[in-house]
C-alpha cells in the first residue's frame, strides 16, 4: 500500500529529489503528503497540488494506489 509523490519545477530542487513512494497507512489528504514528505512542514499557500494528475486542494482524500504532485506557482503566460 503506498503513494507515489511527485515534485516539479523549483520544488524538486527544493526537495533535492524528484519523487517519493509513502506508505499510504495514516495519510488522508493531500496536506498529510506534504507533511510526510517535508518533515511536518505545513503546504505553503502557493504550492499547486494534484491527485492523478488532476488539480486538487490540500484537504483532498488520498487513497492507497494514488500519485500525488506538487507545483510551484506557475508564472507567465502569453497576453495579448
Known amino acids: 500500500m503506498s ?5 516539479f519545477g523549483s520544488l524538486r530542487e527544493r ?3 524528484v519523487d517519493d513512494i509513502l506508505a499510504a ?3 488522508d489528504t493531500v496536506s498529510d503528503v506534504w507533511k510526510a514528505v517535508s518533515e511536518g512542514q505545513y503546504l505553503p ?3 499547486l497540488c ?6 486538487a486542494e490540500p484537504d483532498a482524500p488520498v487513497k492507497d494506489g494514488d500519485e500525488v504532485a506538487f507545483f510551484p506557482p506557475v508564472t507567465g ?3 495579448c
Do not use: L, P, S
Not at 503513494?3 to 515534485?7: E, F, K, L, P, T
Not at 494534484?50 to 488539480?55: L, R
Open 3 to 7: 503513494i507515489r509523490v511527485r515534485y
Open 25 to 27: 497507512e495514516g495519510i
Open 77 to 79: 503566460g502569453w497576453t
Open 50 to 55: 494534484a491527485v492523478n494528475m488532476d488539480y
Open 15 to 17: 526537495m533535492g529529489r
Open 45 to 47: 499557500d502557493r504550492i
